[in-house]
């Protein structure tokens, strides 16, 4: 069984630029979740796609948004970088409609805004 | 809103010494209650969790109980290694919320030897 992995693992850009984060999920997941989590606090959920559509979103502008491909990958794109956007940014996956929906995390990308 | 409070830390404990890290919630419904646990460098890793009330999740020594009168969730652990050092976040999901997951502010635990 193939677990959630993200890429890159580290990243640094610069104020203003844009930025495309990825996610494979766990095989037999269908749903992909993304949290931000800042230096020293918890993870904050930004949003989450099932069967390629939105469902749910936090309290993220819509500068962070978001694509789930067909094979249940994803991606994270956050526009107009700002200087708090620098966080470890977690993608979850889990399967929706499954005898449970436990959520797993990968490892995370570190986005570094300069 | 719903919410999750932990205890601050850092906890700092000698090797084989009780574990116990506070965790309480606010939520409008039933929700379900998780520990999970981050390793220096690393994502989160599902620990145990428990879906309704009265239900106590465990795994690898650590134990929590659902308690619906007290909206606790407290994790323990009867004898820490140093192994076990690293942030511990306690979550709760609630169906309704399109299945988001809302995490405490985490607690350090450092394992002296």
């Known amino acids: 069984e193939t677990g959630v992995t993200q890429s890159p693992t580290h990243l640094i850009k610069t104020r203003g630029q844009q930025v495309t984060l990825r996610c494979s999920s766990q095989s037999g997941h269908n749903t992909v979740s993304w949290y931000q989590q800042a230096l020293g606090q918890g993870p904050q959920f930004i949003f989450q796609?099932?069967?390629?559509?939105?469902?749910g979103r936090g309290n993220f502008p819509p500068r962070f948004s978001g694509l789930q491909f067909p094979n249940y990958s994803s991606e994270l794109n956050v526009n107009a970088l700002e200087l708090d956007d620098s966080a470890l940014y977690l993608c979850?996956?889990?399967?929706?409609?499954?005898?449970?929906?436990?959520?797993?995390f990968g490892p995370g990308t570190r986005l570094t805004v300069l | 809103g719903n919410s999750v409070t932990q205890m601050e830390g850092p906890v700092t404990l000698s090797e084989e010494a009780f574990l116990t890290i506070n965790c309480t919630y606010t939520?409008?419904?039933?929700?379900?209650l998780f520990w999970y646990v981050q390793y220096p460098g690393e994502g989160l890793q599902l620990l145990l969790k428990a879906t309704k009330a009265d239900d106590k999740g465990s795994n690898k020594g650590f134990e929590a109980t659902y308690r619906k009168e007290t909206t606790s969730f407290h994790l323990e652990k009867g004898s820490v290694q140093v192994s076990d050092s690293a942030v511990y976040f306690c979550a709760l999901k609630e169906g309704d919320a399109g299945n988001m997951l809302t995490f405490g502010g985490g607690t350090r635990l450092m394992v002296k030897p």
């Open positions: 796609y099932y069967r390629e559509e939105e469902n």
């Open positions: 939520a409008t419904g039933y929700p379900s």
């Open positions: 979850a996956s889990s399967l929706k409609g499954g005898a449970t929906d436990t959520q797993y």
